[in-house]
């Protein structure tokens, strides 16, 4: 049963392999900040020290979005879809706690429940950084509540008089709106199921990093695919040479934001000028060629129908291969164990 008219099914495995057979296909993920979210460690803001582009070699300091800031609310996500289409329950497969090893989620972003077994995930992402400086991208507020007679206490404040304003006061960095973070998020060796369903996954998820129901607010903005038999560039390598673009185009104009238009056509430009120097096979579907697949996978995606055909194949695919290999790696330890 195929899903996409768009795309050659030669991209795609029948069935998930056990082990690596060198189909890659990397997702061109724009991420936009859309209010004040926080990527932090230690109460810090994550940032790095690298050079401002490929040809600009000026050291500026980034910030930076790890890896798991990024893939853990994408796969919370698709577990959120997998429970309301009655496909996983809460109690047979609990996130960081129980997993149940056997659906979509565990098969291809992985698990590790110590004895009791692991899969290495099929989803690789690697920490994004942001185009502009450190400094152009974040901003510090001053933390405070009010009482109920309307005036101010710093947070935390509890002990402090009615109408009485405290001299202490608790600042946080925050990432400012409309930064944007450059990701290339890879699935190895797909099935047309387990594209769509991480797919959907980047499309749907609106929140990273702390303090999720709060704030956090990003939109992932696609502006390609590409199919390839290897891994391809870095995520830092392509933010570099975006901003190598936009400077030759002359739309970095600090201190202002960036216009979303300019980073799209930028980012398009500097994948496919990478694109052309990498020493792997690959089929790119970058600006008007991303976009017959983009809209058939948002009809897809867009239809309960639809959904529910991605997620039940997706489903049947885990559990095959759950049994077929996860059961047999299990039996193995249990036998070592006698």
């Not at 933390?143 to 007679?149: F, I, S």
Request: proline letters at 4%; hydrophobic letters at 35%; glycine letters at 6%.
């Amino acid at each position: 049963m195929a899903f996409l008219n768009s795309v050659n099914s030669n991209f795609f495995h029948q069935e998930i392999p056990y082990k690596p057979m060198g189909k890659y296909v990397h997702f061109l993920t724009v991420r936009v900040t859309e209010s004040y979210p926080l990527f932090q460690t230690d109460g810090e803001l994550n940032k790095a020290r690298v050079r401002a582009g490929i040809e600009d070699k000026t050291a500026i300091s980034r910030l930076s979005m790890f890896k798991r800031k990024q893939s853990t609310p994408e796969r919370l996500v698709g577990r959120e879809l997998l429970r309301n289409y009655g496909l996983m329950t809460a109690q047979e497969c609990e996130y960081n706690v129980n997993f149940a090893m056997t659906n979509p989620d565990c098969i291809i972003y992985g698990f590790a429940i110590g004895d009791s077994g692991s899969e290495k995930s099929k989803v690789v992402v690697d920490t994004a950084f942001s185009i502009t400086a450190f400094d152009e991208s974040h901003e510090t507020f001053t933390l405070n509540a009010p009482y109920e007679n309307g005036t101010m206490a710093s947070k935390g404040e509890a002990g402090s008089k009615p109408g009485e304003v405290t001299s202490r006061i608790n600042q946080q960095d925050h990432i400012r709106p409309q930064v944007f973070f450059p990701s290339i998020v890879t699935l190895k060796d797909p099935t047309e199921a387990g594209f769509l369903y991480v797919f959907s996954n980047i499309l749907r998820t609106r929140h990273y990093g702390a303090q999720t129901t709060r704030t956090g607010r990003v939109r992932n903005e696609l502006i390609g695919v590409i199919f390839a038999d290897g891994e391809i560039n870095s995520n830092l390598r392509w933010t570099q040479a975006i901003y190598d673009q936009m400077k030759a185009n002359k739309t970095l104009r600090s201190p202002d934001p960036l216009d979303e238009d300019d980073v799209i056509v930028a980012a398009q430009a500097a994948i496919e000028a990478l694109m052309s120097e990498e020493y792997v096979v690959h089929t790119d579907f970058i600006s008007n060629a991303f976009k017959p697949l983009l809209d058939e996978v948002k009809a897809l995606t867009g239809s309960q129908e639809g959904m529910k055909r991605i997620l039940e194949k997706a489903d049947a695919e885990a559990k095959a291969y759950a049994d077929k290999h996860i059961s047999k790696k299990k039996a193995s330890t249990k036998a070592g164990d006698k």
